[in-house]
Nanobody, 125 residues
């Protein structure tokens, strides 16, 4: 069982930056592939970024819409995964959810084993 708690959301102007954090409970955090999803009003929840467990190479995956602007990282010693968001755009406005996958990097909602409660990110133009 893993519990995920996101933080770091807020209001930022277009072109600005935010860093989201996702703190995980439990001793098995390092065994989980992690990811971030987002959901804008009236839209489906969509994949944003993902990162593999370290012993599988720690590979990262990005949605085309955020490549070059967002960076995912993890600190297994702190049981935390981060999402650094730069050059934010109004279309990045959404609730951002942290996600954990046991067997693969969660790149669709059906691949997620655990969800965080979400944190709101609002980008003003």
């Amino acid at each position: 069982q893993v519990q995920l708690v996101e933080s770091g959301g807020g209001l930022v102007q277009a072109g600005g930056s935010l860093r989201l954090s996702c703190a995980a409970s439990g001793r098995t955090f390092s065994m989980y592939n992690m990811g971030w999803f987002r959901q804008a009003p009236g839209k489906e929840r969509e994949f944003v970024v993902g990162i593999m467990v370290r012993w599988s190479g720690g590979s990262t995956y990005y949605a085309d819409s955020v490549k070059g602007r967002f960076t995912i990282s993890r600190d297994n010693a702190k049981n935390t995964v981060y999402l650094q968001m730069n050059s934010l755009k109004p279309e990045d406005t959404a609730v951002y959810y942290c996600a954990a996958g046991k067997t693969m990097v969660p790149m669709s909602t059906t691949q997620v084993d655990y969800w965080g409660q979400g944190t709101q990110v609002t980008v003003s133009s």
